[in-house]
């Protein structure tokens, strides 16, 4: 039984793991925990699902809620939303069908071009793909370059390549497919890179945009994790019909994908103004330099309260 003051309910805090992403995501689980004792919660834990006793811990914890801050396999692709599901305990965040269909980026498209949503061209292809110098020619014909080719279920930036030729594709593929997933090849929109917030269960609300600004050829691991001053700016510096457009196409997507509490969909918006749908987080970084945080301290949510807020949501029939 939850209690009614949300900050007397003793929170688990999930993090780490054995994704590529373990000690980003570890970063976010000892922020949150931290925001969470200052917004009045007193007994908060962290726990790396890595240890050998974590599913023990968990179920013999006395538990209220889970606050979710993995990242990658096993945390953001729905196994252990399967698990809490099990033990019958609230968590935060989207759950078991919405994380799965989030990670799953060419899945996800589907589901974006049926809610009207402008994606990437692009196929998706075995990990252990080996192209002909002809197929690679067609590809090139078909998408133009450069291509980005990408794990089709994997965050931060890992394995991702930006190809600018045909010859460097089978290495960008064996690159990507070493996640052990499909393997995902789309052409590369030019335009402004924007990331669009969305907190919220049923009617869910965009934060403001985010610009992002980098050097790189394109927004890496590195760039993700330098202080958010370097490469956020807050409000995005596009068309005002741009920002209505992609806050509005946020929103459809964590609808369409039945994302709770909260997601973050990327976008490039083009030269004419059209936001085009890169992909979407559905446990985005959670430090105090993290995207959501940076953006949502603009709209005057600061991250403490934002985190109670989680907690909140979660906690909903």
């Known amino acids: 039984m939850t209690k009614t003051d949300v900050t007397q309910n003793k929170v688990a805090v999930l993090a780490g793991g054995w994704s590529d992403e373990k000690d980003i995501s570890m970063q976010s ?23 050998s006793d974590f599913v023990v811990k968990l179920a013999q914890g006395g538990y209220d809620v889970a606050f979710v801050a993995m990242h990658g396999h096993y945390g953001e692709d729905g196994c252990i939303q399967g698990l809490l599901e099990i033990l019958h305990m609230p968590y935060t965040f989207s759950g078991v069908l919405a994380s799965a269909l989030g990670t799953e980026k060419e899945v996800a498209k589907s589901v974006y071009k049926a809610a009207g949503i402008p994606v990437p061209e692009g196929i998706d292809v075995a990990p252990d793909t080996k192209l002909t110098s002809e197929q690679a020619d067609e590809l090139v014909a078909r998408l133009g370059l450069p291509i980005f080719v990408k794990p089709a279920a994997n965050g931060s930036s890992f394995g991702v390549t930006r190809v600018t030729e045909a010859s460097g594709l089978n290495d960008a593929i064996e690159k990507a497919g070493a996640q052990g997933d499909r393997v995902l090849l789309e052409t590369c929109i030019e335009g402004t890179e924007i990331t669009v917030p969305v907190i919220g269960n049923d009617d869910p609300q965009a934060l403001p945009i985010v610009e992002i600004v980098f050097n790189s050829p394109f927004y890496d691991i590195n760039a993700k994790y330098e202080p958010s001053s370097m490469h956020h700016v807050i409000p995005a510096r596009i068309p005002e019909e741009a920002y209505r457009k992609a806050q509005e196409y946020a929103v459809a997507a964590h609808k369409a994908l039945g994302c709770r509490g909260t997601s973050r969909s990327d976008f490039i918006v083009k030269k004419d103004g059209t936001p085009v749908i890169l992909e979407i987080n559905t446990i985005p970084g959670m430090t105090e330099r993290s995207l959501i945080p940076d953006s949502a301290r603009h709209a005057g949510i600061e991250f403490p309260e934002l985190c109670k807020r989680f907690v909140e949501w979660a906690l909903e029939d």
């Open 29 to 51: 689980g000892t922020a949150c925990a931290n925001a969470l004792r200052e917004a009045g919660f007193k007994d908060v834990e962290l726990l790396d699902v890595a240890d």
